[in-house]
């Protein structure tokens, strides 16, 4: 069952968003080569924490960290810890803060230093896939029209979109129905009303779309070794249009 938000509440998701999206801005200012994954979650944690907020995924099904840092083929659900960041590398992060109750979500792919023509091509058309399904977040459009604009935007570009992980519903909870895919058919699945509040997260790769999970039960890595990258915001559907909710 899809749980419609208040104006109320979506009012309250702002707070959560904007601690999300500001947490996740100070991380990437932080990037850089020689920094380790474990400090930069370091920097989200203290932060969240600052504003009286608490960490959403630290202890989520025994998740152990504030941030989900997944590097290059590294797809989601990365683990802070020693790893040290090179140049060129990509940083996909995945934040979420809890305040009142409710919940805000967001990841972005940071670049380390100079990076490659195809990462930075990679990173662009998934932020820009994003951006495509926001637009279709309309009173009277269907659920399927956010995945559909995410794949054609993405496999324009040459890349392709995970099908394994998809984005969800949020509120008082992280994870709400609906289930939000990256792909489909225009025109199919529940039509979306006021008060909706989804989280989008297009995961693309630079190869194919397969992925598997790595032996820590967390950590899921494009099967062919590719780059992959992650967009996400939260967003509401109102009587006038989208509104991203993770933004300061």
């Not at 998934?126 to 926001?134: M, N, V, Y």
């Not at 559909?148 to 998809?166: D, H, K, L, P």
Request: glycine share 12%; hydrophobic share 45%; net charge negative.
């Amino acid at each position: 069952m899809i749980v419609l938000k208040s104006p109320v509440e979506i009012e309250m998701m702002r707070e959560a968003g904007r601690v999300t999206a500001v947490a996740l801005r100070l991380v990437g200012e932080a990037v850089r080569p020689g920094i380790t994954t474990g400090e930069l979650d370091a920097i989200a944690e203290e932060y969240i924490r600052s504003q009286g907020a608490k960490p959403a995924f630290l202890g989520y099904h025994g998740f152990p960290a504030t941030l989900c840092t997944s590097v290059n083929e590294q797809v989601v659900h990365g683990i802070p810890g020693k790893r040290i960041l090179n140049e060129g590398d990509i940083l996909s992060v995945d934040c979420g803060a809890v305040v009142d109750g409710f919940f805000g979500d967001s990841a972005m792919t940071f670049p380390v230093g100079m990076v490659s023509a195809e990462a930075r091509a990679l990173m662009d058309a998934t932020q820009t896939s994003l951006e495509a399904g926001i637009a279709k977040m309309r009173p009277n459009m269907r659920l399927y029209d956010i995945g559909a604009a995410v794949q054609q935007v993405a496999e324009a570009a040459g890349f392709s979109v995970v099908r394994e992980y998809v984005g969800h519903g949020i509120g008082r909870a992280m994870h709400e129905d609906p289930q939000v895919p990256n792909f489909g058919q225009a025109g199919r699945g529940a039509q979306l009303k006021p008060g909706m509040v989804f989280a989008v997260e297009p995961m693309v790769n630079a190869g194919g779309f397969e992925v598997r999970s790595l032996d820590d039960g967390w950590t899921v890595v494009t099967a062919d070794g590719s780059l992959s990258a992650h967009f996400e915001h939260t967003i509401a559907v109102t009587e006038d249009g989208p509104v991203i909710l993770t933004v300061e």
